[in-house]
């Protein structure tokens, strides 16, 4: 593997992301099996966003490269590639860990040209996926953050978030915080094999709830709505009103994209499991890894009318809110920048 020349900017010419240190172990346990770990210590952490992106935030924090999660459209399967690693398999089950995310997260926020940005969690792969459990990363993470008073967002499918519930209520007092859950359908059957290394939708609301009741504003990324799949009219409104009912304040959909590296292992899965399917979506996405214009449209359009029916409003994608202050009232704050799928984030982790 070509770790040792992998960098944000040339892959062949700039300093390496990662030390040539890379101690790989593989744990049979129940929750592992299959899994290998690839632990690295990486040479930064704040990593900027490129600047053709179209996400509303600059610079992201990935203590973690692959994912157990295993969703067959996950845009960030291209990045294992990089590394000469799978992008298919090898994705869901080779994963590397920067276990020394903490510790360098707070060097680098105290340097002094950085100056205090928002930074989005969870916009690459999941920080709170199942290694998460094992190396907790995270609590130090956000403990960095909330010293430094450093606005940040998480998004995330894992339930494990919630262990670092106190931690994230201490950061949330003195800056601005956001959390989102991304909960594309509550379709069980369709959930078990695009999404089989996640929690089951149902659960991920509970977290929503489970936020929500801790005074913690919390969205839900209704993403991907997949076509012919989970965008029928009664689909979506199993999904929205079971949204509304977990507590969310807002509903942000956003409908399948198939970058390179995605679209293959998405197309193959499609071919096994539904493939019927096959030519409609090479006709949907003959245009690029989008959905035409008018589908996009037409999707958010439906969700923001059934948002609205059960009362939540509808925000701008990526548009979280922070949880008020002790020293606030209960007021609506200004909107605050929220992750969102991120396939330009390629070269970021």
């Given at each position: 593997m070509r770790w040792n020349q992998l960098s944000e900017g040339s892959p062949a010419t700039a300093p390496a992301l990662f030390g040539t240190d890379v101690v790989t172990r593989t744990f049979d346990t129940p929750e592992f099996r299959g899994i290998t770990f690839h632990e690295v210590r990486a040479r930064s952490l704040v990593n900027r966003v490129p600047g053709a992106s179209r996400m509303p935030f600059t610079w992201t924090v990935n203590p973690y490269r692959g994912c157990s999660h295993a969703c067959v459209y996950c845009f960030a399967r291209k990045t294992h590639s990089y590394l000469d690693l799978d992008t298919g398999i090898g994705f869901d089950t080779q994963i590397v860990v920067k276990v020394n995310a903490p510790e360098l997260l707070r060097r680098e926020l105290r340097a002094t040209r950085w100056r205090g940005e928002h930074i989005a969690m969870g916009t690459n792969v999941d920080c709170y996926q199942r290694a998460e459990g094992r190396y907790r990363l995270m609590p130090g993470i956000i403990a960095a953050l909330r010293d430094h008073a450093n606005p940040f967002s998480i998004l995330t499918k894992g339930t494990l978030i919630l262990r670092d519930l106190e931690l994230i209520r201490q950061?949330?007092?003195?800056?601005?915080?956001?959390?989102?859950?991304?909960?594309?359908?509550?379709?069980?059957?369709?959930?078990?094999?695009?999404?089989?290394?996640?929690?089951?939708?149902?659960?991920?609301?509970?977290?929503?709830?489970?936020l929500r009741g801790h005074g913690i504003p919390c969205g839900v990324l209704m993403a991907p709505v997949i076509p012919y799949l989970t965008d029928s009219p009664a689909q979506l409104r199993e999904?929205?009103?079971?949204?509304?009912?977990?507590?969310?304040?807002?509903?942000?959909?956003?409908?399948?994209?198939?970058?390179?590296?995605?679209?293959?292992?998405?197309?193959?899965?499609?071919?096994?499991?539904?493939?019927?399917?096959?030519?409609?979506?090479?006709?949907?996405?003959?245009?690029?890894?989008?959905?035409?214009?008018?589908?996009?449209?037409?999707?958010?359009?439906?969700?923001?009318?059934?948002?609205?029916?059960?009362?939540?409003?509808?925000?701008?994608?990526?548009?979280?809110?922070?949880?008020?202050?002790?020293?606030?009232?209960?007021?609506?704050?200004?909107?605050?920048?929220?992750?969102?799928?991120?396939?330009?984030?390629?070269t970021l982790l």
């Open positions: 950061a949330a007092a003195v800056t601005d915080v956001g959390v989102s859950v991304s909960v594309g359908s509550v379709d069980r059957a369709v959930w078990r094999t695009v999404e089989p290394g996640t929690p089951a939708p149902e659960r991920r609301l509970d977290v929503v709830r489970a999904t929205v009103r079971a949204i509304a009912a977990a507590g969310a304040e807002s509903v942000t959909p956003l409908a399948l994209h198939l970058r390179p590296g995605a679209r293959e292992w998405f197309m193959a899965w499609l071919a096994h499991h539904h493939p019927d399917l096959v030519r409609r979506y090479q006709v949907l996405y003959a245009g690029g890894a989008y959905a035409p214009t008018w589908y996009q449209r037409r999707i958010t359009g439906q969700v923001h009318e059934l948002a609205a029916e059960y009362g939540m409003g509808p925000v701008r994608p990526g548009t979280h809110r922070r949880p008020p202050r002790a020293d606030e009232d209960d007021g609506d704050p200004e909107p605050e920048p929220a992750p969102e799928p991120l396939g330009t984030q390629l």
